[in-house]
Antibody, heavy 115, light 113 residues
Framework: QAQLVESGGGLVKPGGSLRLSCAAS????????MNWIRQAPGKGLEWVAH????????FYADSVRGRFTISRDNAKNSLYLHMSSLRAEDTAVYYC????????WGQGSLVAVSS | DIVMTQSPDSLAVSLGERATINCTSS????????????LGWYQQKPGQPPKLLIY???TRESGVPDRFSGSGSGTDFTLTISSLQAEDVAVYYC?????????FGQGTKVEIK
C-alpha cells in the first residue's frame, strides 16, 4: 500500500528557513513525478512545485520561485522542499503527492510563519 | 496560467439524489498527442488530505465507487455523484495537469439537504 509521510514542519519567523521531507513507501518512488501542494487554513489547494522522476527537471509556482527548492533522493525514497525567506502567506499544510495526476498524498505537514 | 472555475461553490443534495459539479478551464486541456484530457477530480473530507477520484477526466481511480463519474472534454467538465451517500460529504476539486503551473478549481462543498 502506497504511503507518503511528511515531516519537518513547524513554527518559523518571517524570513526564516525550513526543510520539509517526505518519505515514500509501498510503490516504486523512482518511477513517479512528485509534487508539493499546499493548503492555507480554510482555503483551497495550491500547487507549489514539481520534480520529474529522475530529479532533472523542476518547476515552481510564481509565488515560491527563487525561495523554495524541490529535490529528491531516489536511493532513499525521499522528497524534499527547502523553503527560505518565508512569509506569513506561506503558512499552510504542505502535502507531498505522487504522480502527474496526484495519485497518492501524504497526511500533510503544517508550516506556520509568524513572529 | 490555466484558470479552473467550479460551479456551484456549494450544494446541498438529499440522500440518494444526484449531485453535479461543473468545472471550466480557461483553455483546452485536451492533449492532441494522446487525445486525453489532463483533468482530475479530488475529494477532500475534513481533516484529511485530498483523494484522487477521477483522472483523464473520466477514468475512475481504483476502489472509487461507481456512483462517481466524470465527463466532458476540452474546457468543460462534470463530476456526477449518481446517488449521494452520507460519506460523500466533502469538498471536491478539479485540477488540470495539462500545463504548469498545475491549477485547481476553488472547490465545491457538498452537503446533505
Amino acid at each position: 500500500q502506497a504511503q507518503l509521510v511528511e515531516s519537518g514542519g513547524g513554527l518559523v519567523k518571517p524570513g526564516g528557513s525550513l526543510r520539509l521531507s517526505c518519505a515514500a513507501s509501498g510503490f516504486t518512488f523512482s518511477d513517479y513525478y512528485m509534487n508539493w501542494i499546499r493548503q492555507a487554513p480554510g482555503k483551497g489547494l495550491e500547487w507549489v512545485a514539481h520534480i520529474n522522476s529522475a530529479g532533472t527537471t523542476k518547476f515552481y509556482a510564481d509565488s515560491v520561485r527563487g525561495r523554495f527548492t524541490i529535490s529528491r533522493d531516489n536511493a532513499k525514497n525521499s522528497l524534499y522542499l527547502h523553503m527560505s525567506s518565508l512569509r506569513a502567506e506561506d503558512t499552510a499544510v504542505y502535502y507531498c503527492a505522487a504522480g502527474v495526476a496526484a495519485d497518492y498524498w501524504g497526511q500533510g505537514s503544517l508550516v506556520a510563519v509568524s513572529s | 496560467d490555466i484558470v479552473m472555475t467550479q460551479s456551484p461553490d456549494s450544494l446541498a443534495v438529499s440522500l440518494g439524489e444526484r449531485a453535479t459539479i461543473n468545472c471550466t478551464s480557461s483553455q483546452s486541456v485536451l492533449h492532441s498527442s494522446n487525445n486525453k484530457n489532463f483533468l482530475g477530480w479530488y475529494q477532500q473530507k475534513p481533516g484529511q488530505p485530498p483523494k484522487l477520484l477521477i483522472y483523464w477526466a473520466s477514468t475512475r481511480e481504483s476502489g472509487v465507487p461507481d456512483r462517481f463519474s466524470g465527463s466532458g472534454s476540452g474546457t468543460d467538465f462534470t463530476l456526477t455523484i449518481s446517488s449521494l451517500q452520507a460519506e460523500d460529504v466533502a469538498v471536491y476539486y478539479c485540477q488540470q495537469y495539462y500545463g504548469l503551473p498545475q491549477t485547481f478549481g476553488q472547490g465545491t462543498k457538498v452537503e446533505i439537504k
